[in-house]
């Protein structure tokens, strides 16, 4: 039997080939290659979906934060408080401005943060949060934005995972001063290569990050200040339009195996003691101790299924003799990186504990009604232990 993949990004093609064959074409055809009409079409698209009066097609995620940054006027001296666990490029977008990092240690259930971790972490040098939409699931936002009023705190959502993702009823990207995108190839939109976008109402914001995209320039030859090259191509964003036309059933889709998913947990959570024996390749100290939960005021994008267990090896190499793949989303966090030595003596234990323990499931779009039925199945014979 053919392995389930943990993510096929492949399929997302096939079924779209048509399409974006079309749509490749005409740009090649076209010979406009960046920051043209397609990138303008995607922004505007985008600018829509997510509600928003501004959208800035950049070249990844990780330039998307780095820019916000520079637009807010973020640098050295000042302080930036973003998640203990998350993906590297937080991190290191803060850093590359100069800025100091300073982690917030996450809700161990919900794996992102709240008001009550940040608030004692803002002082007087706090320029900027940037709150992480870890695995698609939003932050709780308004009492983090109550801290960040009056203090001239700029809030820069890293919204990485949670394209289409809800909170309080509002898709994520239209509310904060500005939210960072990255359209890395597996994220919920993926581009074929790298892209990314920032959206903003701030027209101010805007404009600066469109300078700063592109050296700086108001026109051509002509730069106001220093910046970068951070371009959206043609190619990418003309992708982008079609796939995001997908977007909210290829979530829907995404919600569906995820709700499966917990229904199989929760039902050997309450039949615990009547379980069946365990087969005989699931080592016995192999446990599941927590699975997600989606907060009353989210919406999950459900870009990652994770689950976290007391034997996570034991975990993958059962899966492994099912035929699933899984992942663990992220093995190390930051300040354990040889990459940020200097935070290695922080005391971060819920991030430390998190990457002991999180592995990732199959979830993604294209995973077929029997590729799920198998990792189901796999999954209800494992105990659980909360
Ligand atoms: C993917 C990701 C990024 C970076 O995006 P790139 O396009 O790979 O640079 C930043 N933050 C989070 C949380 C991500 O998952």
Known sequence: MKSVPFLDIHAGYVELRKEIDDAISSVLNGGSYILGDEVRRFELGWAEYCD????LGVGNGYDALYLALLAAGVGEGDEVLVPSNTFIATWMAVHSVGA??????PDPRTHVIDAGAVAPLISRRTRAIIPVHLYGHPVDLDPIRELAQNRSIVIIEDAAQAH???????RIGGDSDMVAWSFYPGKNLGAFGDAGAVTTNSQEYASKLEYL???GSVAKYSSVFPGVNSRLDEVQAAVLS???RCLDDWNSRRAFVAENYTNVIQESATSGSVKKSSPRNLDASVKITSWPTVATWAESAWHLYVVRTTNRLGLAEFFHSAGISTGIHYPIPPHRQEAFKAFASRSLPIADELSRSVVSLPIGPHLSKGQMARVS???????IET
């Open 52 to 55: 928003v009066g501004y959208c």
């Open 213 to 215: 995209r592109n050296y």
């Open 100 to 105: 100091t990092i300073v982690p917030v240690e």
């Open 242 to 244: 079609v796939k995001l």
């Open 377 to 383: 199945e796999a999954l209800a014979a494992i105990p």
């Open 164 to 170: 289409g993702a809800k909170y309080r009823g509002s």
